[in-house]
């Protein structure tokens, strides 16, 4: 039977359970999900180490966030993560306890994961849940079903199974109490271990339900969270007696204890699978979803150095924090203050337009730009859309597309790249409608219509709103003619004359209850079936000031922007956030709802993000410390201390306070020592930049604050310039040394450049010679053959034979005198004229055989001008190629191809010939000629003899 103690206890629990029913209040959590970084969803545990890093546990991986960012480790390949405990040993290296893949360990500083598992020997098991070490520094590692792994302090080892007490299945906690005593929860029981004279164990249970979690209290008690839906709870073993804290049975349902904290106040923090307890003086508190938790399974509960709580769930990380908004400026990377249009993707990433550019805002919190450089046709992004297959649609000076990562100027039928698209809208269907200058245009599937424009009626002023609402109508906006819908082939133009409240329209939108919003410069309109209706709210301003945008949420509020800040509608209550609450400024342009639910406002300084109400405190000042330290255009490390070269006078230098109080809006100081006379003004940034820095001793200081919050001691990070090379002695020296050189070195640059010159025309006038002798020479000889055969008289047929001959020998001595002529004329040595030329032989030569020619150049610059080696060389090749295939191809076409590609220049002659191997004079000299001349202007020549010739000659391009 149970005491009257415990009897008067339960009995306490209940009017306490009736005290959280009667007085519900809600709570500022603010929730960190998979947006935020966090590798996984479910957050199975929280843990600070030693250097102030918070690291969750997930089911896939674990994130350690540092305040700005969350960096995410074991989270992809092979070995992907579901972990269960975290622990940190004495020289900071990390421990992961793993579901499946034992133990990972992460030393300090370094990104390489060492793993301990069962093939090495030394677990049991590879599914550990904790890891714990004792009083006397012995490591207890506990696996699912394969017992206690004890490390001792000694080195050795000792294993733990069922048959030795412990439970026999899962062990969910370890735990020490004051008195040494070593408490282990698992499957089916809660049992304690002490450590007898000899070394050995002596192990008894004390409870016989599923024991979840376990905490020792400072004042010595020991609390078990347990699992049973009639006698489970929280119990409580004080003085060697157990009693109840939480009641299954008097919660109404079955409490799973799977958590446990006691905060700096001494009070008990308790996760359960419906929500939290809060256990303070004697005063329970339970917290569910109505009282602002987002998820109501708590799988760990922990109090940072700060005071903070954190909260592990299955749907992200808790924190309870003071009320903010979360803003994004160009102090946190964006392009520019004003955010004019927004998009979140598949992918969860934010789009922002602005007047300077496009801004992608990944869910870590990093911002990518994106401008005209990078594909962008204008720098002003007034309108985002997303298709089905994931391509942003970005509306500015045309249309442009970023797709697979890269950004493409999209050419759309009917859109002329100097429209402004200034709307975008995806149908329920899929397709794509674009507003430009006078005209709505449709693509569908890739084909595009004009579906509206001036001959239909619509006005010709620029479309700025633009939608296509559920029953097929698509309404329009204009900054200057008014609004209008195309239904069933007609056109009907709405103005202030039919309710309009301004003639200027910025936004139309359709609700979850199909009403159709008109927002103008002056209020907002509803249009209610056949008639347009003033919207009248308490706010006066919505009336009579300019509305920028209207959405709605998930929970069917719809959302105004303004120039008065944003306000919430929702059954004729009105909720109004302007900057005084902590929106980024009072002008907003855009917003939207996420996928998470987070509403999102583009304003004219920025993009604000609004959250839950968060608790706020001063707190202690937060620790600063410097991320990266880096010299250079390159941006090379350097630490302290360092000697900087002059050329490494632009120093960057990226830092970070370990605080979550409000973290996203910490502020920092700095000031360069030596360059800045006084701290620089309080900024959110955690970067800065110094160029240009003149030689000497400097002293980098940064402090960081939270809001409402003292000053941090600065952190410090010395370094030296060292003077330029040019004002130092061994350069005066030096150049001393240059300029007399400089004199002689020029004397002698003269004298040989004159040596140079008349040797390259000792060398012209060589080759001219050579040329002559070797051209004009032998065929004067055939001539003077042929005359001596003349003279000895011959027949009547043999005499007109070798007045031919002579006679062809003759033209063909001419000829060779035009081309030797030709290639050392100055006039001549233009690409362009050689390619002239080479048309005109091959055409006089081919076009009496009826042999067809085609001739293409592709990438050639025709005015450069060539040297006369390489003109006359290329050219001689070229003839020698078309008078062989003139004479012995037999060919009917012949295709020839000039080209620069890739740095090479390509010649191609080809023919239908017969080939090179029936072409038999062709490989005699005809062809060691040309290779010959090949090797002199550095070309490779190849003869491929398949269905015709083909000669190819290679070289650098020219």
């Known amino acids: 039977m149970l005491n009257k103690r415990l009897i008067l206890y339960i009995l306490m629990i209940g009017v306490l359970f009736h005290h959280l029913i009667a007085n519900a209040q809600t709570y500022p959590f603010q929730r960190y999900s998979t947006a935020d970084g966090l590798a996984h969803p479910v957050v199975t545990k929280i843990f600070q180490d030693s250097r102030g890093f918070l690291w969750f546990g997930t ?79 012995n490591l207890w590692i506990a696996t699912d079903n394969a017992g206690i792994v004890i490390m001792k302090a000694d080195g050795s080892t000792r294993v733990l199974t069922a048959k030795d007490g412990i439970p026999r299945r899962e062990i969910w906690a370890i735990t020490e109490g004051n008195d040494e005593t070593i408490w282990i929860g698992g499957t089916g029981e809660l049992v304690r271990c002490q450590w007898q004279s000899d070394g050995g164990l002596r192990i008894e249970k004390v409870l016989d339900l599923w024991t979840l979690s376990l905490i020792v209290l400072r004042n010595g008690d020991i609390l078990a969270g347990t699992r049973h839906e009639k006698r489970g709870g929280i119990f409580r073993y004080r003085s060697g007696r157990l009693d109840t804290i939480i009641a299954s049975s008097k919660a109404k349902h079955g409490v799973k204890g799977t958590s446990l904290c006691e905060d700096s106040q001494g009070n008990v923090w308790v996760g359960t699978s419906y929500g939290l307890y809060f256990l303070e003086s004697n005063r329970l508190t339970r917290l569910r979803i109505k009282h602002g938790l987002h998820n109501e399974y708590i799988n760990d509960i922990l109090q940072d150095r700060e005071g ?8 992200g990380v808790e924190k309870l924090r003071s009320p903010r908004f979360v803003n994004y400026s160009v102090n946190h990377g964006l392009s520019g203050s004003m955010v004019i249009s927004m998009l979140q993707d598949i992918r969860k990433n934010l789009w922002l337009g602005t007047y300077n550019g496009l801004n992608q805002l990944d869910p870590t919190g990093r911002i990518t730009i994106f401008g005209e450089g990078d594909g962008l046709r204008h720098r002003v992004i007034h309108a985002l859309v997303e298709d089905n297959k994931g391509d942003i649609w970005i509306g500015n000076r ?70 296509v609402d559920k029953n097929g109508t698509v309404w329009f906006g204009t900054p200057q003619q008014g609004a209008g819908y195309y239904r069933s082939g007609v056109v009907k133009q709405l103005t202030t004359e039919n309710g309009l409240p301004h003639i200027s329209v910025n936004w139309i939108f359709q609700d979850s209850r199909e009403r159709v919003w008109i927002a103008t410069d002056g209020g907002i309109a509803v249009w209610n079936e056949k008639r347009l209706e003033w919207f009248a709210a308490q706010d006066q301003t919505l009336q009579y000031g300019r509305v920028g945008c209207v959405f709605e949420d998930t929970e069917g509020v719809v959302w105004l922007t303004t120039d008065y800040g944003v306000h919430a509608w929702k059954d004729s209550i009105l909720h109004h956030f302007a900057g005084p609450d902590g929106l980024l400024a009072d002008k907003v342009f855009r917003g939207l709802v996420d996928d998470e639910g987070n509403l999102w406002f583009g304003t004219v300084s920025g993009v604000s993000r609004l959250d839950k109400k968060k608790i706020s405190g001063v707190r202690k000042p937060p620790g600063v410390y410097f991320r990266s330290t880096t010299a250079g255009d390159d941006e090379r490390p350097f630490s302290m201390g360092s000697q900087l070269t ?44 110094y160029t240009n820095l003149d030689p000497g001793n400097y002293v980098f200081s940064v402090r960081a604050a939270n809001r409402n919050g003292p000053w941090s001691e600065p952190a410090q990070f010395a370094f030296t310039i060292l003077p330029p090379y040019w004002q130092r002695w061994w350069f005066l020296l030096g150049v001393v040394i240059a300029v007399s050189g400089l004199a002689f070195l020029t004397f002698w640059i003269i004298h040989h450049s004159r040596i140079a010159k008349i040797l390259v025309m000792e060398r012209i006038r060589t080759r001219i010679a050579s040329d002559l002798h070797d051209e004009v020479g032998s065929t004067l000889t055939k001539i003077s053959l042929q005359s001596e055969l003349l003279q000895a008289g011959t027949d009547g047929g043999s005499l007109n034979e070798s007045l031919k001959k002579i006679g062809s020998m003759s033209r063909e001595l001419v000829t060779t005198m035009s081309d030797i002529v030709w290639s050392i004329d100055a006039r001549n040595d233009k690409l362009g004229d050689l390619i002239d030329r080479m048309m005109d032989f091959a055409l006089s030569v081919l076009s009496p055989k009826q042999i067809e020619c085609h001739f293409d150049c592709k990438g050639l610059e025709l005015q450069k001008k060539l040297p006369v080696e390489i003109r006359q060389n290329i050219y001689l090749i070229f003839k020698e190629a078309i008078n062989n295939i003139a004479k012995y191809a037999e060919a009917s076409t012949v295709d020839i191809q000039l080209s620069n590609a890739d740095g090479v220049f390509t010649m191609l002659i080809a023919d239908n010939g017969k080939g090179l191997i029936q072409q038999t004079k062709l490989t005699g000299h005809g062809i060691k000629n040309m290779k010959m001349r090949a090797r002199l202007i550095n070309a490779e020549i190849e003869m491929l003899s398949k269905e015709g010739l083909k000669i190819i000659l290679t070289r650098e391009a020219l």
């Open 398 to 467: 045309g249309v442009s597309l970023y797709s697979h990562g890269k950004l493409v100027k999209a050419d759309i039928e009917g859109v002329d790249p100097t429209d402004y698209v200034s709307s975008l809208f995806k149908d329920n269907a899929g397709n794509i409608w674009i507003g430009a200058n006078g005209k709505i245009i449709k693509v569908r599937n890739g084909r595009t219509q004009v579906v509206l424009d001036e001959k239909t009626g619509i006005p010709s002023d620029r479309i700025e709103a633009l939608l």
């Open 59 to 137: 089911r896939g991986g674990v994130s350690m966030y540092d305040g700005s960012q969350f960096k995410s480790y074991l989270s992809q390949g092979d070995r992907r993560s579901f972990i269960l405990d975290i622990w940190e040993d004495d020289d900071g290296t990390i421990w992961f306890a793993t579901f499946g893949n034992g133990i990972a360990k992460l030393p300090r500083g370094d990104s390489a994961v060492h793993w301990i598992t069962s093939a090495g020997g030394i677990l049991p098991g590879d599914s550990v849940r904790v890891i714990f070490r004792d009083h006397m520094r």
């Open 308 to 315: 903070t709580m954190w909260f592990a769930t299955d749907d």
């Open 646 to 689: 002059y050329d490494r006078r632009t120093v960057a230098f990226s830092f970070n306070a370990l605080s979550f109080i409000d973290e996203k809006n910490m502020l920092f100081q700095w000031m360069l020592e030596g360059f800045d006379r006084e701290w620089m003004p309080a900024q959110k940034q955690r970067s800065v930049r």
